[in-house]
């Protein structure tokens, strides 16, 4: 349904949240992990100025999206680290389901925070906002990763 919010989809962080992040204090870079569900239909009805002159799907949306938004997050020190194709979880709630799962490499919290706020990025985010039915955010810090151990067996 256009405009329509459900309070159970997360489409932009809160105020909390915000804060809580920033709270946080990450040192280092940053890995920010995204599951997107896309709507069929990308949902326009907000951000009249960046709707195509046909529907599109809320994929197609989505990639209009990541088109706009790479020279801002090269210029800003990131990148695009991974992008997949989701589906349903092996282990979690049976039924849920993400269509695309991203991976985003930020060098800091301070360099993420200017990518975010800059305003000719912020632009083009009414196409995120057409195509995603519902996402998750979850800001992640690298561990070191553990020795690899020798291992003896004959081949």
Not at 35 to 50: G, I, K, V
Not at 74 to 85: I, R, V, Y
Not at 121 to 141: C, F, I, K, N, T
Request: glycine fraction near 8%; include cysteine; charge should be negative.
């Amino acid at each position: 349904m256009t405009g329509h919010i459900d309070p159970l989809c997360y489409l932009e962080p809160s105020q909390a949240s915000g804060r809580a992040f920033v709270a946080r204090k990450h040192q280092g870079a940053l890995v920010m992990l995204n599951l997107l569900r896309f709507r069929d239909t990308a949902d326009y009805s907000a951000h009249l100025e960046l709707a195509p002159a046909a529907p599109i799907t809320g994929a197609s949306a989505f990639q209009r999206y990541i088109e706009h938004t790479l020279p801002y997050l090269h210029a800003s020190g990131g990148d695009l680290s991974f992008l997949g194709a989701g589906g349903e979880f092996l282990i979690g709630p049976p039924g849920e389901r993400w269509d695309l799962v991203m991976l985003v490499r930020q060098h800091s919290v301070e360099s993420f925070l200017a990518f975010a706020t800059h305003q000719d990025y912020l632009a083009g985010m009414g196409h995120r906002a057409a195509a995603l039915e519902d996402s998750r955010l979850l800001p992640l810090s690298d561990l070191p990763l553990p020795p690899v151990p020798r291992c003896d067996i004959d081949a």
